[in-house]
């Protein structure tokens, strides 16, 4: 049986030959996982979780254009790059410890023009597909929560939970109100801002 990781919470699961989507043995999401065929593959995917997990986005987007470059025909493969791309960390919701997807990087394109995702649902079974087409949906609720910013309700929403999560990780204090986190953008300060997202 071949070991993966979940992309939400890094939990290490074990796959059924064949098996591409269930919800993970930790966190309970139901989640994709990719097809592994070989102990290479397995290798590879092991890597660029461990990257992307530690927000080396970067280096796992090469670790999955490496997979792809063995298989342009692996949905995951197409997947793990868009969500390197976006920079997507899958930051627990305290509320009801759902993963939400945060984007660390700024995209001004809506995700469902993106190749990378056209790749991903193109190549997907039907029941995957359906699981990406879940996770990319607008997150209902975004803008209630903040309503004053319709376009940026959704970020600022996963931003306060980043950093309620970070805050809880390292004792640090994080200013955590929504007018201190528009400002911080307005001032272009890099980093946690996102643009359009991917929702759950
Ligand atoms: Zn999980």
Not at 18 to 42: A, H, K, N
Request: aromatic share 10%.
């Amino acid at each position: 049986m071949a070991k993966i990781q979940c992309k939400m919470c890094g939990g290490m699961n074990e796959l059924r030959e064949g098996e591409t989507s269930r919800e993970c043995t930790y966190c309970g999401m139901l989640t994709t996982f990719p097809r592994i065929d070989t102990e290479q593959r397995e290798q590879l995917y092991n890597r660029a979780e461990h990257f992307r997990q530690a927000n080396n986005f970067d280096k796992a987007a090469n670790v999955y254009a490496a997979i792809l470059d063995l298989d342009g025909e692996d949905p995951e493969a197409w997947w793990g790059q868009l969500i390197s791309k976006y920079g997507i960390e899958y930051v627990e919701d305290p509320a009801n410890h759902e993963r939400i997807p945060t984007c660390h990087r700024v995209q001004f394109d809506s995700i469902l023009a993106d190749p990378d995702y056209r790749n991903a649902l193109k190549y997907a079974s039907e029941t995957d597909r359906s699981i990406y087409e879940k996770r990319s949906a607008p997150h209902r609720g975004d803008t209630e929560e903040y309503p004053q910013d319709i376009f940026a309700g959704g970020a600022l929403r996963r931003l306060h939970l980043l950093q309620r999560s970070r805050k809880r990780r390292t004792h640090e204090g994080f200013p955590a109100s929504a007018g201190h986190l528009l400002s911080a953008h307005e001032q272009g300060i890099e980093g946690l801002f996102l643009a359009h997202y991917i929702g759950r």
